[in-house]
């Protein structure tokens, strides 16, 4: 997938407060921030088992950080958001017996994807000798365009709990220009293709994108 839970912090730095579902939870429990380093201390689950790593969003204490790396089963480097996600750490503020929450967006990514993918002409599925994901030598291009298009599925889908004190027609607008915004994204960027894995880009794919509008 090109895009992460950490994308989409950067897009709606209140998303992982404010939407949690249950069945997305990956980690419950309490931990200690020393440096860049989160312990937890208790929990349901550990890193390495709820598959948590580099990408990944934890709140601490209700704030998110960015996980950077996962150093061991209860053990991870966090990060306050940056800039840039191969920047260097920022480190947050140190804590103790705080709650700890994993919570990923990573089957609406998985969505996502795939559609950027079918628009591209590249069949997710494929495993012949078509053209593959692992055939487009740009792949970050689409990092943002992607966190767009899940944003637009998240925040319809939690427009009607009240979130951030926005009403459910600013949440469905906020939705609909996150959708629009992903569209365009999508269709400026052009897929690099190296078809032969031999280096060197012989095509660029562009999506096509049909939008169907109610009368």
């Keep these: ?11 709606e730095p209140e998303l992982f407060r404010d939407v949690g579902w249950a069945g997305q939870r990956l980690i419950k429990g309490v931990g200690d921030i020393s440096g860049t380093t989160l312990t937890l201390t208790s929990y ?9 790593n ?28 940056r ?27 998985a969505l996502a994807h795939r559609q950027v ?8 599925d494929e495993t012949g000798d078509g053209v593959r994901e692992s055939n487009i030598t740009n792949a970050s291009a689409f990092r943002e365009a992607e966190a767009l298009g899940v944003l637009s ?10 979130m951030d004190g926005a009403t459910v027609s600013e ?27 031999d280096g060197i880009v012989e095509s660029t794919r562009r999506a096509c994108i049909v939008e169907m509008e109610r009368a």
């Excluded at 689950?45 to 948590?52: D, I, K, P, R, S």
């Excluded at 601490?60 to 996962?70: F, G, K, L, M, Q």
């Excluded at 840039?84 to 103790?96: E, F, L, N, Q």
Aim: glycine share 6%; charged share 20%; net charge neutral.
């Design 117 to 124: 993918l079918r628009w591209l002409g590249i069949d997710p």
């Design 44 to 52: 349901d689950n550990t890193f390495a088992a709820a598959g948590v």
């Design 171 to 197: 949440r469905i607008n906020r939705s609909r220009k996150y959708q629009e915004d992903f569209f365009q994204m999508v269709r400026s960027i052009g897929a690099r293709i190296d078809a032969d894995g």
């Design 83 to 109: 800039p840039d996600p191969s920047g260097a750490v920022i480190p947050p503020a140190a804590v103790t017996g705080k709650p700890v929450v994993v919570t990923t967006f990573l089957p609406q990514i």
């Design 54 to 81: 580099t990408g990944n969003v934890v709140m601490v204490d209700s704030v998110p950080y960015e996980i950077t790396a996962r150093l061991s089963a209860t053990t991870a480097t966090i990060s306050r958001i």
């Design 1 to 11: 997938m090109f895009a992460t839970d950490r994308d989409l912090l950067a897009f």
């Design 153 to 162: 599925q998240v925040l319809y889908s939690a427009a009607g709990p009240a």
